[in-house]
């Protein structure tokens, strides 16, 4: 028996009797960290690193949780259990799993530049090890983070020199946090719409240091001139946005790599910055494994696969539920009622 199976849970330790990233309710969970498609809802007990404790009681509420630092091992029936940085979002870690001289390794996901937040990728040395390819494609090929910036705070102050608001679509969790320091190196008005802003509130009074922000709620017309407003997925499109005339928007995602992407999005700009590693970043985590088996999830899994087995990395294509937390907050403007009805006005 494996130590590590694909169930139709999750993936599961039956050694240890718990799941990692179940996306069913399970007794134990193991969670690498706090996007809804790994941490989900209904289960009785959860591990995760420090970082994601106040990141799964603003999503799941109370539960009974416990939270360990990262290279702090700890057994469950016996299997030790460890976590080590993934470098994805605030808290996110790698799950490194041993027994009986047997090491699997679960990264969730990940990217390797480092972020200033969410702590340096650190590659596991392991004989399995399951990887994410979102952005298995080779035209995936991320620039620095600081030229995105660079490029992001002149866009920024195109649009205060033109009287205008800008309006940044970032994921809730991960890259709204991110963004917000390049941001405020070029302006201290920032704001967000209620959905960011809960998360930001939550990680600021979990002790995270972060940019000031306020809630786009109790905002004046004359405040947002010039101003920067974040807001989730989906907003791009809606009547929300009609307080903010004149506005620009710039989208922040690893898809806006591909031009044509932006004009699909009627967006004003795309800013091709990701919290998941590019192709070479992906290539290069599974090298540094040595893991004598690849297991490659969601993405662009069938290109990765062929072309690390071509490369004489054995590997197999691994189907779970887990997706992409880029897009996955598609209509959540409802959980912002108040707002959006006052925006409408």
Request: aromatic residues 10%.
């Amino acid at each position: 028996m494996p130590l590590i199976e694909f169930s139709d849970k999750g993936l599961c330790c039956p050694a240890g009797d718990f799941y990692i990233d179940p996306w069913k309710p399970v007794d134990k969970a193991v969670i690498t960290h706090g996007h809804s498609d790994h941490a989900r809802w209904g289960s009785k007990f959860y591990l995760c690193h420090h970082d994601s404790k106040p990141i799964l009681q603003q999503r799941l509420g109370n539960n009974q949780y416990q939270s360990i630092g990262w290279n702090e091992p700890i057994y469950l029936n016996g299997v030790r259990v460890t976590l080590f940085p993934a470098g994805h979002i605030i808290g996110s870690s790698q799950i490194r799993v041993e027994h009986n001289g047997e090491i699997w390794v679960i990264s969730g996901d990940y990217k390797l530049e480092n972020d200033g937040l969410s702590g340096q990728f650190e590659p596991v040395k392991c004989h399995n090890f399951i990887t994410e390819s979102t952005f298995g494609l080779p035209i995936y090929n991320w620039k620095p983070q600081q030229e995105i910036y660079s490029g992001m705070q002149n866009w920024i102050k195109k649009n205060q020199a033109e009287g205008k608001t800008s309006i940044l679509i970032a994921y809730s969790l991960g890259k709204a946090q991110r963004i917000l320091l390049p941001i405020a190196e070029v302006t201290d008005k920032i704001f967000m719409h209620g959905a960011v802003y809960n998360m930001h509130n939550a990680l600021v009074n979990a002790g995270w240091k972060l940019p000031t922000a306020r809630k786009v709620f109790d905002v004046s017309k004359e405040e947002l001139k010039g101003s920067v407003v974040i807001a989730p997925s989906g907003a791009e499109g809606s009547p929300w946005l009609k307080r903010f005339v004149p506005y620009e928007i710039g989208i922040c995602s690893g898809w806006m790599q591909v031009r044509g992407n932006v004009r699909r999005k009627n967006a004003d700009a795309g800013f091709a910055i990701s919290d998941h590693a590019d192709w070479n970043g992906l290539i290069s985590a599974c090298k540094e494994t040595e893991a004598e088996c690849i297991y490659t999830t969601h993405g662009f899994q069938s290109v990765f696969t062929r072309y690390l087995n071509e490369q004489g990395i054995f590997s197999k294509e691994v189907k779970t539920e887990y997706g992409d937390d880029e897009t996955e907050e598609v209509g959540v403007l409802s959980e912002d009622e108040n707002t959006n009805n006052s925006l409408n006005n």
